[in-house]
Nanobody, 124 residues
Framework: QVPLVESGGGLVQAGESLRLSCSAS????????IGWFRQAPGKGREFVAA????????SYADFAKARFTISRDNAKNTVNLQIVSVKPEDTALYYC?????????????????YGQGTQVTVSS
């Protein structure tokens, strides 16, 4: 098991920026490709973005390409998701996943490990 922990969520106003972080105590995230996902109330899981082991390769959902940026700092054992100009439709539970498969950038792939998530609520 990889105990992924997300942080950085909260209540923000539309137009503001937000940075979410994913970490794992006692496990080196550098050994995993990391994906970010979100789930809005009443909806299924939605792939947001993913990043490979050392940060050289990234993948984004179409809706995320303009305002979301995924990055990682293996020295700090964290993977971040920066969101700019947040919108009410970004309201969701955001969580990260970890996997070692070559399918890490497949938006429908089931990652091996997921965290519990951090809630993002955007007010208009």
């Amino acid at each position: 098991q990889v105990p992924l922990v997300e942080s950085g969520g909260g209540l923000v106003q539309a137009g503001e920026s937000l940075r979410l972080s994913c970490s794992a105590s006692g496990h080196a995230l550098s050994a995993y490709c990391i994906g970010w996902f979100r789930q809005a109330p009443g909806k299924g899981r939605e792939f947001v973005a993913a990043i490979d082991y050392d940060g050289d390769l990234t993948s984004y959902a179409d809706f995320a390409k303009a305002r979301f940026t995924i990055s990682r700092d293996n020295a700090k054992n964290t993977v971040n998701l920066q969101i700019v100009s947040v919108k009410p439709e970004d309201t969701a539970l955001y969580y990260c996943g970890a996997d070692q498969s070559s399918h890490w950038r497949d938006s429908t792939y089931e990652y091996a490990y997921y965290g519990q998530g951090t809630q993002v609520t955007v007010s208009s």
